[in-house]
């Protein structure tokens, strides 16, 4: 199964600064998306992306978060002021067609102290 | 209310054992995915379906469209299938597609 690469595995920051977790998906798939699972919880939609654009946001995609996608490789999702509430583990995905569908990158665990 | 209900919730089986998982969803789906997550927290997609039944090695997804409930069996389990099992629905709303996700079931194969 082709891979999602995410960057970096974990982090931990500061309530209030700024995080950028990076992700490489697999090379000419259009659709991406950013989930993220609260320890202990169900993994929950975040964002997804189009042709370079928002294609559909959650509730919990406010104002603070953003996603990119700079230089037509990288998809990246922002945090600007972290909470202590974002600490999860946010996974980036692929939607391909084939047998498995979804690819899954590996994960960021983002810690928020 | 939740949209993807999975049940058992935690599964405790010895070696050899047949195990079964089921997934209830409530809602209109373009298609069910199954997946597998370890505990260092990485997802693996397992099997995507929208109807009948897939095979993969050991594994088994089925999914009854009409009664909106999906299985997935593990035949001979190991040791190493012991997991989160989590039954996802892709829905596709306007164009816009995402997975909604079940709580997941959590396997464990003792020895």
């Known amino acids: 199964e082709p891979e999602v690469t995410q960057t970096p595995s974990h982090q931990v920051t500061q309530m209030g600064q700024e995080v950028i977790l990076r992700c490489v998906p697999i090379?000419?798939?259009?659709?991406f998306y950013w989930y993220r699972q609260i320890l202990g919880q169900k993994v929950e939609f975040l964002v997804s992306?189009?042709?370079?654009?928002?294609?559909?946001k959650s509730e919990i995609f406010d104002d603070q978060f953003s996603v990119e996608r700079p230089d037509g490789s990288n998809f990246t999702l922002k945090i600007r002021s972290t909470k202590l509430e974002d600490s999860a583990m946010y996974f980036c995905a692929t939607l391909i067609q084939g047998p498995y569908g979804y690819t899954f990158g590996s994960g960021t665990r983002l810690t928020v102290v | 209310k939740n949209e993807v209900e999975q049940s058992p919730q935690n599964l405790t089986a010895q070696e050899g054992e047949f195990i079964t998982i089921n997934c209830s969803y409530s809602?209109?789906?373009?298609?069910l995915h199954w997946l597998q997550q370890h505990p260092g927290g990485g997802i693996v997609s397992l099997f995507m379906l929208s109807s009948g039944k897939k095979k993969h090695g050991r594994l088994i997804a089925t999914i009854n469209i009409q009664e909106k409930h999906s299985s997935l069996h593990i035949t001979a389990s190991h040791p190493r299938d012991s997991a989160v099992y989590i039954c996802a629905v892709l829905i596709s709303n306007f164009g816009n597609e995402k997975l909604t996700f079940g709580t997941g079931t959590r396997l464990t194969i003792i020895p």
């Open positions: 090379s000419n798939h259009l659709y």
């Open positions: 809602v209109g789906i373009s298609a």
């Open positions: 992306f189009y042709n370079n654009e928002i294609s559909e």
